[in-house]
């Protein structure tokens, strides 16, 4: 659901073709049209665009109302025991605590009662009217079968095969495991979308456990690794906050008010200190804090924000970096005219891409003359350009982290062509420069670039074994690096240890880099079944640990759930098993938090119930651009977002379908590396636009021939894929078309087209500030 | 020597089409980038410089609803290939595990096979005048290597080895899917044509993958095979030997007539 493995994630479809053959395991495909991954399911269910939580919801209340969820597993590793506060309350679609002006909410109001010792009060009978399973009971039960059925447009008959097959894995030997990717994330209520997912795994006791999760299918093979690095502005290496000018003014007050009271954060002081001095070895980390720039509180730095900031002249120059928005950013038309108003801009790609051509004829040409944000032509752009080739991964060396958070090494395997350089080579290059520049000042100011430690080797390319020793992170000996740490038990908050990124501590404990680990034996403990954890193949954060939160794959009394699928279990004395334990080895599962086994929680249990900015449970809000009216509530768009361009919501009687964007097998991301390779080029040669028979028909358009689709952003025109795989939706009533369009083309290359993203629209989650690219209103004609 | 062959087993192809790029990729083809047409196929069918394509068709009934059916189509490597029959040149061989192979040296570009292929799959390259098509990758099996498809299917839906034990895979796989939701499933390629050096396990009937349900050779082919080819050797000796008496007797027949005008009764 919100994937479609078969064509994005290939290599993941083997391993699900292996599980039916092998275990007869079934495959759901829940998708708005019939895709690849469908034709390779048991069973197909769509669903219109932007309804995943009605359909989630509709699962909840069927699961809660036939005590179809795993209730031993929800009694002890969940928040379902916890009593809420009588502030806590919601009424048509708003949680209490709401601010219109503000457009967010007072989340204290949403609390859990404690008790006086600070423990959180609970009721393992779960039959308290204010603990989370009634509250959540309660909420859902609006969500009824036809009601869902009448938003989301999927047959009733298909939805209920769908909860039927879906809930029998609440059964203690049984899991299920949800894969998702951007069409889950890609809307205004992405996150509370992703927490469904969650939610309804807890529910019936799949987290934790080898078979069961919620498996993120990345948009790029190393999106983990760029999130664990902290390639978001709200995170440091490590998902340690930035810091907020306000908030956290000095390092004292960063750590007091960032470290929460219990679970395995408190360690987060060791953390930030460690990280601050593997930056600034010199210096004590009270003290280089102060280098760290601070963002202004509660200000958006996102993608979408960016943008917003650079068509208004708010930012003068940038850098893009294995990054094309012109064709892969949401209302491409919008970034392309922010680009033009920079006074400078590097690119660093393989190829020229769009987006370092923005100044070009090339980019100013359209299907029709709608320009809703003034698209400058060459003459009157003055913007300088910059552009530095970089090579492929093929050839360059490093480490990969995959969804499953393994870090893996990848030796190079042919030189890079021309001038081209590896990524961290022009990294390491800019910042040698940098620091030569500012060599010899004394200003203050100027210490975050003086005082920087930056040694790594004498080559062109640095020297990626040091740089790994410093990610292991190491005990500091007279301001240079000591004896690497055993992980990140051994960070200290004094200064004394340097660490880049303390998840990935352990990777390098001694003389080996566990990374480049390569033996695909699984083994387990005598008298016990492997169940795929290869645990001396790569290494895994954190310290080789294959499955996160496995103490919930045991019972409370710490014995498997299921023998075919034991990960760890208890022997008496400690724990053992696949698996290294996310839990104290030696913690009796009868004693003190002896089942809390969502360690990285304040509460150490998973959370059913937790606050997001739009609520504490996900509620169904319809897109912002939807084709009706939201059905269960009437909050028609959820009541977190940010609205960056109110006078750009299409509305139905312009733009009555639906749109959404998609990629297929054949083409990577914003097609940059995909489009310059003919044989690819010549699999997908063009941008298509796939609609049901029904449509096709309404609009007098043939299968193959020219379209133009249209929004409120923009045109452009593309060929039609007119097939019985897409099917209108029946959504209370009334038939709803949908469409769904490529976004992989742009007009460089062998396959050039127009990029479907002048279609979609500026704005995003109310939490990630993640565009909404998979869900909007838009009219389409013959060309 | 055993056969060899792939095993292409549809319930497990994505249609990623890794296949196609492989093929490419090792033969060293140029692509043919054609527009879209409204299918996810890239051409019609093979070409000279594709020998490899994935099929996309797509049906739909009341019962099983949306069927979206993919077919890696590509030479079959007939036990008895007519191709190999027609050619007057010679050009095409069988290797003793199987794979019908052609010498591009000796191809003249007449493209008798491209007419006598059942399949319809050898294709004309106007740019060097030779019909090009799937050779097994013969070169990469002969040193122990699988075909370059093969060897880049991520979903396990392509499998090389020898004929035999294929054979019962499939046989497995076919009782498999007919059990679990596919109950025409069937094998393609034991038994068509006399054996196909190809197998097939198919969800479906063949024609829901066009596929010939019983294909064969066009019937003049079979009467080159049959009648023409096997008695070459002596068939020019007969046909001049036809000729010289046809001319005699026309002479004879002529003159006895006493016509000596050419062709102007008029």
Not at chain 1, 697 to 707: A, F, P, Q, R, S
Not at chain 1, 726 to 740: E, M, R, S
Request: proline letters at 6%; glycine letters at 8%.
């Amino acid at each position: 659901m919100g994937s479609n493995a078969a064509e994005n994630h290939p290599i993941s479809f083997k391993w699900l073709t292996e599980a039916r053959e092998k275990r007869g395991a079934k495959i759901i495909s829940v998708d708005p049209r019939f895709t690849r991954t469908s034709a390779r399911s048991d069973l197909y269910c769509p669903l219109r665009s932007g309804t995943d939580i009605a359909f989630m919801g509709g699962m909840f209340n069927y699961i809660l109302q036939n005590k179809l969820y795993h209730e031993e597993y929800v009694r002890w590793y969940t928040n379902a025991t916890f009593i809420v506060k009588d502030s806590f309350g919601f009424e048509d679609g708003l949680f209490t605590g709401y601010d219109p002006e503000k457009r967010s909410y007072d989340q204290n109001q949403w609390a859990f009662e404690t008790n006086e010792d600070g423990t959180y009060k609970k009721d393992m009978t779960m039959e308290d009217p204010r603990c989370v399973l009634q509250i959540m009971k309660k909420h859902y039960e609006r969500y009824d079968i036809d009601l869902v059925c009448r938003i989301t447009g999927t047959p009733k008959n298909k939805y209920l095969e769908v909860i039927e097959a879906y809930a029998a894995t609440g059964a203690p030997d049984k899991t299920g495991t949800i894969m998702y990717a951007m069409g889950t994330t890609q809307h205004t209520v992405g996150t509370e979308n992703v927490r469904s997912f969650a939610i309804l795994q807890l529910l019936l006791g799949n987290i934790g456990r080898a078979g069961g999760g919620v498996n993120a299918l990345r948009g790029e093979s190393n999106v983990q690794g760029s999130t664990d690095w902290a390639l978001l502005y709200h995170i440091l290496p490590g998902y340690l906050e930035t810091p907020q000018a306000k908030r956290d003014p000095d390092f004292e007050t960063y750590c007091a008010v960032e470290t929460p009271k219990t679970g395995y954060w408190v360690n987060k002081p060791k953390f930030i200190a460690s990280l601050l001095k593997s930056w600034w070895m010199a210096d004590d980390p009270a003290k280089s804090y102060n280098y760290i720039p601070k963002r202004i509180d509660g200000k958006h730095y996102e993608h979408i924000a960016l943008f917003e900031a650079m068509y208004k002249e708010e930012i003068k120059g940038l850098f893009v970096w294995g990054s094309n928005p012109i064709v892969g950013g949401p209302n491409a038309n919008k970034e392309q005219a922010a680009l033009a108003k920079l006074d400078w801009m590097v690119a660093v790609d393989l190829w020229q891409t769009e987006t370092s051509e923005f100044w070009s004829y090339k980019a100013v040409e359209r299907p029709t003359d709608k320009d809703e944000y003034g698209i400058k032509t060459p003459e009157d752009i003055a913007t300088e350009v910059f552009f530095l080739p970089a090579c492929s991964s093929f050839e360059k060396e490093g480490t990969v982290s995959n969804s499953g958070r393994w870090m893996q090494y990848r030796w190079k395997s042919a030189d890079p062509v021309g001038d081209s350089k590896a990524d961290l080579e022009i990294v390491h290059k800019l910042g040698l420069k940098i620091k030569e520049l500012y060599a010899g000042s004394s200003r203050v100011e100027d210490e975050p670039i003086t005082h920087l430690t930056w040694d790594y080797g004498h080559g062109d390319h640095p020297d990626i074994d040091l740089i790994a020793r410093e990610i292991n992170g190491f005990t500091v000996v007279d301001g240079k690096p000591g004896p690497q740490v055993a992980n990140f038990t051994k960070l200290m908050a004094d200064g004394t240890t340097a660490c880049s990124n303390w998840i990935y501590s352990g990777c390098y404990p001694a003389d080996e880099y566990l990374s480049k680990r390569r033996d695909n034996v699984d083994t387990a403990p005598p008298g016990a079944k492997p169940i795929g954890s290869y645990l001396n193949w790569s290494w895994c954060w954190p310290v080789n640990r294959r499955i996160i939160y496995n103490r919930a794959s045991a019972t409370p009394e710490g014995q498997p759930w299921d023998t075919d699928r034991a990960s760890i279990w208890w022997n008496g004395e400690k724990w053992i098993g696949n698996d290294i334990p996310d839990f104290g080895g030696t913690k009796d599962p009868n004693g003190p938090g002896g089942r809390n086994a969502f360690i990285m929680r304040p509460e150490e249990v998973g959370c059913i119930y937790s606050k997001r900015n739009e609520g504490p449970l996900p509620e169904h809000y319809e897109p912002w651009e939807s084709p009706i009216k939201n059905l269960l509530n009437s909050q028609d768009l959820n009541p977190a977002v940010v609205i960056w361009e109110p006078e750009k919501q299409g509305q139905t009687d312009k733009y009555p379908i639906v749109g959404t964007t998609y990629r297929v097998s054949e083409h990577w991301q914003s097609g940059v590396m995909t489009r310059m390779q003919p044989w690819l080029a010549e699999l997908m040669p063009n941008c298509f636009v796939e609609m049901s028979e029904e449509l096709a028909l309404e609009k007098d358009i043939k299968n193959g021939g020219k379209v133009i689709i249209s929004t409120t952003r923009g045109d452009i025109e593309a060929l039609a894929c007119v097939t019985k795989r897409f099917k209108p939706f029946l959504i209370d009533g009334n038939y709803v078309h949908q469409v769904g369009v490529l976004w992989h083309f742009g007009f460089n290359g062998y396959a050039p087209d127009e990029p479907a993203n002048r279609l979609t629209p500026h704005i995003g989650d109310a939490n990630t500030m993640i565009p909404e690219y998979k869900a909007w209103l838009c009219d389409v004609r013959r060309a | 020597m055993a056969r060899m062959t792939n095993l292409y087993d549809v319930s497990k192809c994505t249609a990623c089409r890794g296949c196609q790029v492989a093929c490419k990729d090792w033969n060293q083809l140029p692509a043919v980038i054609e527009p879209f047409t409204g299918n996810y196929q890239t051409h019609e069918s093979t070409n000279g410089d594709t020998y490899t394509i994935i099929k996309f068709m797509e049906h739909e009934d009341p019962v099983d609803g949306i069927q979206w059916n993919f077919l890696k189509f590509n030479c079959m490597h007939c036990f008895d290939p007519a191709c190999m029959d027609v050619c007057p040149q010679e050009a095409i061989t069988q290797t003793e595990w199987g794979a019908v192979i052609k010498d591009y040296d000796k191809c003249i570009g007449c493209q008798y096979c491209t007419y006598a292929c059942p399949f319809e799959i050898p294709k004309y390259r106007k740019r060097e005048d030779i019909v090009t098509k799937c050779t097994l990758c013969y070169e990469r099996v002969e040193e122990g290597l699988e075909p370059a498809c093969a060897r880049t299917c991520p979903t396990g839906a392509l499998t090389f080895g020898e004929r035999d034990q294929l054979l019962q895979v499939a046989e497995e796989r076919v009782k498999f899917l007919r059990a679990n939701g596919f109950p025409r499933a069937t094998i393609y390629g034991k038994l068509e044509l006399g054996g196909l050096n190809k197998l097939f396990v198919l969800t479906d009937t063949p024609d829901k993958f066009e596929l010939p349900i019983d294909p064969k050779v066009p019937g003049q082919i079979t009467f080159w095979q049959d009648w023409i080819q096997p008695y070459f050797g002596w068939l020019i000796p007969v046909a001049l030997a036809g000729s010289a008496v046809s001319f005699v007797t026309t002479r004879i027949l002529a003159n006895k007539n006493g016509d000596h005008t050419e062709g102007g009764h008029e």
